[in-house]
């Protein structure tokens, strides 16, 4: 098997690609294709004294930033370390394609060069939600703003799918996300969706509510891509403040920084809980190849994570399963090209 | 000024209704009328030793609970404490109604009974969300699930109002909940509503992430109803779950129990800010009377201030500053009815 992995992405960059790379092909057996600056990944290479055959380097003369407009620099940037792993994956000389770089140029990328599963209508990001069980997957989380029912029984059966055969969930239980539990609740498109998903092949649990979802209860989350990015990031935001206010607390007189001291390990390992890097990286579902995109922190070990996950959805055969799964829910798809 | 209470609602029922709408006419100068189970009432009052006259009672026969569809129970409970709650408001009996029962029934109530301001498309729930900073006025929070982009516009320009004269921010910051912050990021909603803010007589300071809402950056935040009430389930679903996580982690080890004691006035604190039964209720903005949503659980100094701020909203005359403010900013007004 043969992953290619984007070396130029993320917060760490090279320290953490090349690094993660070399412990994916150690522990699982893989062989990588380290894309970008062909001498600094060699440096990095020797500095972490590989001299193994099991990495090839492809050297790409850009890489794209977080600050692009996806759509211009997947159109422009040809030579870019992820246009380039892209068709990598299209032109099936790679298994799978690992990026920790910008979201929306992966997402952009992934439908145009990777493009969609034939009866597809819409891939669906889809990120591992830490909540106190464990993890939900959560699709779509922010690649499509504005969806249609149908939309999302796909990306519904697309999660079920990915949830049993990747994260081993067996019968994963999947949830609408909407403003009520009862069925006849929410807006118009989550009570047309729970119609679909009622008629789909999957555990269908019925709608969550928010207020549930940290729980833990649901093994998929299905919403639009605007929801799905609100939860995600309000998640985020709401560890981080609630940690800031907490430290201002803590600090706020002699006995409680003590108290503090004392539950070091305690928060930390609870940080750790709350810590979607220690999850894996998101998977796009519903494209033609395998895209995982990393974590923009991922360390050495996040993207080793994603390696393994990427190889474990191409020798399950993820994506043959979505296209029949999906063809079997029958129905006429758009035709319309996105981009 | 006279306000009329639902003596009924709430978790805490009369405990907290009768002892809140007693310290309201002591502190505040107001008088109440209490609706609801007169007898029970009556010796709610004589166990607090009230014997003014500031106090009037109406006897309902029914209630509203919060399990009954909210359009079927205002259309047949009419001698609920609620729809004569809404009766006093419309027929200016009473200057504002303040109610603690079915956030559903109260907005469609509102609605049925107390109707809306000519040129208003759309009531919206108004809840104050809590932040670093202190709080958000977050709307609309679950009135309207399904919005046009000038319903948006609306929320924007009353929310504003209300910040400003009851809340007491000076030139109120207006925040449009997407998931980017750039001008064209977005749905189509957004997108549309972000123009339509552009041009309102509002503070409009563009796009905010759903990841900066708890830093407190934004006076106002305007959203449609279904991203609303995921803000605030969610904000609630994860308060509680981390907190949940952290006892879990506090009471691992002796250390982090002691620590866990020494921190806890921190504790109580830090939880007490999350808490938005201090903020006071939630307006119903765009109807022609003061309606007020007190918290399900508030207890009578939540409902003291829930009259409060109800009697601080009909001296500022926020109702006719709004009509005003819409009526400015022209357009054509559905004119369907919504029920």
Redesign the interface.
């Known amino acids: 098997m043969k992953i290619a992995v984007d070396a130029m992405g993320g917060d760490q960059g090279l320290l953490a690609t090349v690094k993660g790379s070399i412990d994916a092909v150690n522990e699982l057996g893989v062989s990588i294709i380290l894309i970008g600056d062909e001498e600094k990944i060699k440096n990095e290479l020797s500095r972490n004294e590989y001299s193994g055959d099991k990495i090839e380097i492809i050297n790409a003369e850009e890489s794209i930033t977080n600050d692009e407009e996806p759509a211009m620099a997947i159109r422009r940037k040809k030579q870019s370390s992820m246009v380039i792993g892209l068709n990598l994956v299209k032109d099936k000389e790679a298994d799978a394609f690992v990026s920790s770089g910008s979201t929306g140029a992966l997402l952009t990328g992934g439908l145009l060069i990777v493009k969609r599963i034939k009866g597809v209508d819409r891939a669906a990001l889809a990120i591992p939600y830490p ?2 069980k464990g993890i939900s997957l959560l699709l779509d989380a ?1 690649a499509n ?2 969806c249609k029912a149908k939309y999302l029984q796909q990306f519904a059966v697309m999660g079920s799918i990915y949830a049993e055969k990747i994260l081993s969930i067996s019968n994963p239980k999947v949830s609408l ?1 909407n ?1 009520g539990t009862e069925e006849g609740k ?3 498109l ?1 009570k047309e969706a729970y119609g679909l998903l009622k008629n789909a092949n999957i555990n269908f649990a019925g709608n969550i ?7 833990g209860n649901a093994d998929v989350l299905v919403c ?4 799905g ?14 940690f ?3 430290k201002e ?2 600090m ?2 002699f ?2 920084k ?6 070091k ?3 930390r ?2 940080k750790k ?2 810590d979607y890097t220690e999850y894996g990286g998101a998977p796009l579902l519903g494209t033609k190849g395998v895209v995982i995109k990393a974590h923009g922190s991922s360390d050495a070990k996040a993207i080793k994570n994603a390696i393994k996950q990427a190889k474990v959805f191409v020798e399950n055969k993820v994506i043959e399963k979505i296209e029949a799964e999906i063809n079997s829910l029958g129905g006429n798809y758009d035709t319309e090209e996105r981009f």
Not at 209 to 215: F, Q
Not at 229 to 242: Q, V, W
Not at 258 to 263: D, F, K, S, T, V
């Open positions: 909540t106190k922010g703003t504005d996300v403003i929410g807006n118009e989550s509510e928010a207020r549930d979802i940290p729980e639009d891509g605007f929801v990015n609100i939860i995600l990031k309000l998640t985020e935001g709401l560890a981080m403040s609630i800031s206010m907490l607390e803590f706020s007189s006995t409680s003590i108290g503090a001291l004392l539950l390990p305690g928060l390992k609870f809980r709350l």
